[in-house]
Each structure stands twice: as structure tokens, then as C-alpha cells.
């Protein structure tokens, strides 16, 4: 269901007279709780990074995908050098300066700084950045053409990859499934569920970019668009972005085995918080956003 919002939201986004509108105070709302659960996860190893610094760095980095856009909003053509990531590169790496002064400041003698400083710039990589290779996959456009004209495909696309694999995987798992994958560390996973996610992964990267792409592209956006992608761009799509989000899934698994904690929060109870359901799109997103940049997915 939240999934569905989500995805009900993108679609009013991007119908919205400036693209982003809708999306990206979503997008910082999310950073910012993903922040707070990452907090809780540190503070249940008793390591205590600097909470404004980390908040205040995501918002930053999170932000910036918005410059290149406002840029063109203010009247001036965005004719920087300056990619559309270049700006949340900057914004992380002032976000490493914001870190430092913030230890800089509460400096009163030499005990877990490097640990401090470690824990501040992993959450704002792991939570800042890689969602801005979701925002930057809302703001998709074909070569040449308007920004954003792809923009809800390319999300839909992974997250019906990405979720598509989860229940694939979930779902051979429990019919199946005979070899444990991780068993320290994720239990209920096996080989045959990932074969079998890998699989459903690979029909939801099919209908996406075989049939949502040209279905939800708009009569201008259309024309820009000669196909989906090379032929076997599905199947690439399908494995590298499943394979991603089942990665990102045991990386969060790791930390909560750290911390010694089930979940990540429990303000939805039976999803968990919102690293819990984000987790495997945070890393899968990069590899989504590459593939789109490269051409096979959409062109």
C-alpha cells in the first residue's frame, strides 16, 4: 500500500507544471527518517555520530538535486558543465566539510572521532546520495528532450524490478528453497528463492520497458522515444537492478544484525520503519540510473 502512494504520488508529480514538486519534499521527508533510523541503530552499539550534522547533510545532498532544475526556473538556460549528479557530488562533499567542523567543534580530546566521523559520512552516502539516483530517475528525460518526460517509467520501472524480486524471491523461497544463501545473516533466504526473484525481477524489468515505457510516455515524449532499448536490454535491466536489490536488502540486513535489533524502527508495524522498505532501492537505484544513462533502458 505504501508502495502504491508512493507510486500515486509520482504520477500527480508528474503531471505537476515544475517537475519535482511533489517528489522531492517526499524524497527529503524520507532522508530524513531513514536518518533518525540510522541514528537508532548507532545508538543501540553505542556510537553516538553527530545527529545535526547527519540530518542537515542528507537535506543538503538530497536538496541539490533540485539545483540544476531551479536553475532553469529562475529564467537561465542550465548551460553549466556541471551534470546532473555533479550537484549532489558537491553537496556530499560539503556535507564531509559540515561533518568535520561539526567534530571539530565538540572536539575534547582524542576518543571514537575517526568512528564518529565514519558512521556521519556512511549515512549521508548511503542514505543522501543513493537517493539521489532516485530523485535523478524522476527527473529522466530522453536525449534531447524534456527533463523528467521519462521520469515515471524509469521510477516505475524500479520498483516493480526491485519489489517484483523481492516476492519472486520470497515466494520460490517458501515453495522450494533447500540451500540457505546467508544463513548468519539473513536465515529465511535461500539460493533457489534468489534464482527465482532473479527470474520475477527479469518479467517486471519485461513489462516495464516493453510496455509501461511507451505507455506512459506522452504524445511529445513518444516521438523521442525510438524503443525500449536494445532487445536483451530487459534481460540486463531485470538481473543487474534485481541482483542490486537483493544486495541492498542483506546491507541493511548487516547493520540490524550489528545493532542487534529486528528492525530498523516500529512506526509501521509489519513493515518496520523506512529503511526496512527502501533498503534494496537505495542500492538498486544506481544501477537503474546507469542503465537508463547508457541506453538500455529506453533510448
Known sequence: MLIAAIVALCWIDA???VPGIWFLPLAVVVGLLATSELLRLFAARGMTPLPWAMYLGNTLVILSNWAPHAWGQFGHADNTTLGPLAWPAVALAAAVLLIFSGEML???GPHG???RLAL???AVVYVGFCLS?????RFLGPRG???GAWGLPALASLILVVKLGDTGAYTVGRLVGRHKMAPLLSPGK???GAVGGLAFSCLGAWFALEWLLPAMSDATTRNAV???GPWWGWIVYGLLVGAAGMLGDLAESLLKRDAGLKDSSAWMPGFGGVLDIIDSLLLAAPIAWLCWALGIAGR
Open 120 to 122: 556521519a559520512l556512511f
Open 145 to 147: 528532450g524534456a527533463p
Open 226 to 228: 525510438t524503443s525500449a
Open 15 to 17: 503531471r505537476a507544471s
Open 190 to 192: 535461500t539460493i533457489e
Open 113 to 115: 572521532i575517526t568512528e
Open 133 to 137: 539516483f532516485i530523485i535523478a530517475l
Open 106 to 108: 565538540r572536539y575534547t
